[in-house]
Nanobody, 133 residues
Framework: HVQLVESGGGLVQPGGSLRLSCLRS????????MAWFRQRPGKEREGIAV???????????NYRGFAEGRFTISKDRAKNTLYLQMNNLEPEDTAMYYC????????????????????????WGQGTQVTVS
């Protein structure tokens, strides 16, 4: 039973930076990858970035277009923690940010990690609010 706890959200001015953390506990039977999502006010939840957490593609990352160059996903295996470094934040980045643990089938090259099926299969944290203003 996996549990995820996000932290690091808050209020930041435009152009500022934040680093979100997601502490993972528990055990997954089988491979997995970790991802960050967000849900902006009035919008559907959207994927930000994913990082493979084991196997052949351990450490491999993939970003949605809007996140390229400003957001960086990383992990610290020893600390069981996932990170999202966010730089040059814009008011449009205001959202609830969630981390998720996804089953192996949604990971790796070509994995549909940000689709509806992945969301239904994922384990989610409670979210952390980021406000850029």
């Amino acid at each position: 039973h996996v549990q995820l706890v996000e932290s690091g959200g808050g209020l930041v001015q435009p152009g500022g930076s934040l680093r979100l953390s997601c502490l993972r506990s528990g055990y997954t039977d089988g491979g997995y990858c970790m991802a960050w999502f967000r849900q902006r006010p009035g919008k559907e939840r959207e994927g930000i970035a994913v990082i493979d957490s084991d196997g052949t593609y351990d450490g491999r990352t993939n970003y949605r277009g809007f996140a390229e160059g400003r957001f960086t996903i990383s992990k610290d295996r020893a600390k069981n923690t996932l990170y999202l470094q966010m730089n040059n934040l814009e008011p449009e980045d205001t959202a609830m940010y969630y981390c998720a643990s996804l089953p192996r089938g949604f990971c790796g090259p070509g994995g549909d990690w940000s689709g509806r099926s992945a969301a239904a299969a994922a384990t989610w944290g409670q979210g952390t609010q980021v406000t850029v203003s």
